[in-house]
């Protein structure tokens, strides 16, 4: 008997699975495992955090990259990876939190089935794409080192290896290593904000930030920070790389926003990875990247100032 399921699914093409529908979807499964079916042909099923968009291929998401530790060019990162050194690998979080202490990834892992560790997600910035992750909530890494009271902020720190990472020795130096990004600890909280540990079913290749690396999906690409080894919870708002690099150009809270240009360039439409050729037609590009349940989080801010 041949059971057709994933895309002959009446699903809503919405750009959040609502969760009804996955927990039945989930049901489905359920029944399909009870009849002895295979995973075969139930490739499909995702967190309700995934889109229905059709993900871009594994060559482009593998292959046009930024990770100035390998250098700056976009094909960099692919051919100069390959060395970094990934296993083992703990994040250290630190900080305001009663539990500090170097957790291993694995253990992160373990509550949830691969379904619910896939995030179908879009990223932008002037480009754009569509990446089936592997992930987790950050929440649940947060939550593991009971955050203080007095904890607002997420500093985020990536691996400082020269001798692995040839973009670390380079002069002049861009980037002061390491990589930092920050996210509000409520940001971070957010069931959308997710650390991924892989893409298309398999761990993270290394140009993409293994084995661990952030995925904000209504923020631009840069806030993604990869390869991280340590979280710090603070109090006060933490430098960036790149709002430290630019601060004109790049601020802290960097929400995907058609209306406010980047001062060199305008941010309303997005170039799709993938849709080649010359007269490929830019897309405009959506308030919060298509995630407007986030606009909660920033209600009463003048989203202007606040770039
Ligand atoms: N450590 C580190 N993280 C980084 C960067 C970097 O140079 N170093 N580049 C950022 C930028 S600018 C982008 S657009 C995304 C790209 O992620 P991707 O290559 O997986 O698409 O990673 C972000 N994370
Ligand atoms: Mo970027």
């Known amino acids: 008997m041949l059971i057709r399921v994933g895309t002959d699914l009446p699903i ?3 750009e959040i699975t609502p969760r009804s529908l996955w927990l039945r979807r989930r049901d489905f499964l359920g029944a399909g495992a009870a009849l002895g079916l295979g995973l075969t042909g139930v490739a499909r099923a995702a967190s309700p955090y995934s889109t229905d968009e059709k993900p871009n291929s594994r060559a482009d998401i593998t292959g046009y990259n930024n990770f100035y530790e ?3 060019d976009k094909s960099d990162p692919a051919a100069k990876a390959g060395r970094l050194k990934t296993k083992p690998w703990t994040l250290r979080i630190d900080g305001l939190v009663d539990k500090p ?3 291993a ?3 992160f892992l373990k ?3 691969t379904e619910e560790r896939i995030y179908r997600m879009r990223c932008v910035e002037g480009w754009s794409m569509v990446i089936p992750w592997l992930g987790f909530p950050l929440a649940e890494a ?3 080192a009971q955050p203080q009271a007095s904890a607002r902020y997420v500093a985020f720190e990536t691996l400082v290896r020269p001798e692995e990472m040839p973009g670390q020795r380079s002069f002049p130096r861009i980037i002061p290593w390491p990589y930092r990004e920050g996210l509000r600890l409520d940001e971070a909280m957010h069931p959308l904000t997710i650390l ?3 893409l298309y079913g398999e761990p993270l ?3 993409n930030g293994a084995p661990l690396r952030l995925v904000v999906p209504w923020k631009y690409g840069f806030k993604g920070i990869k390869s991280i080894v340590r979280m710090t919870l603070v109090a006060e708002q933490p430098k960036t790389s790149w709002n430290m690099i630019a601060p004109d150009e790049y601020g802290f809270f960097a929400n995907v926003n058609p209306e406010v240009d980047h001062p060199r360039w305008s941010q309303a439409t997005e170039r799709r990875i993938g849709e080649g050729g010359l007269f490929a037609k830019r897309r405009p590009t959506l308030m919060f990247n298509g995630y407007e349940s986030v606009a909660s989080l920033y209600s009463g801010m003048d989203l202007r100032a606040n770039f």
Do not use: C, H, M, V
Request: net charge negative.
């Open 111 to 113: 509550p949830f089935s």
């Open 70 to 72: 390998f250098g700056t």
């Open 105 to 107: 990834l694995e253990d």
């Open 142 to 144: 947060i939550k593991r």
């Open 196 to 198: 991924a540990t892989g």
């Open 101 to 103: 202490a170097d957790y």
């Open 12 to 14: 809503a093409s919405s």
């Open 205 to 207: 290749p290394n140009q």
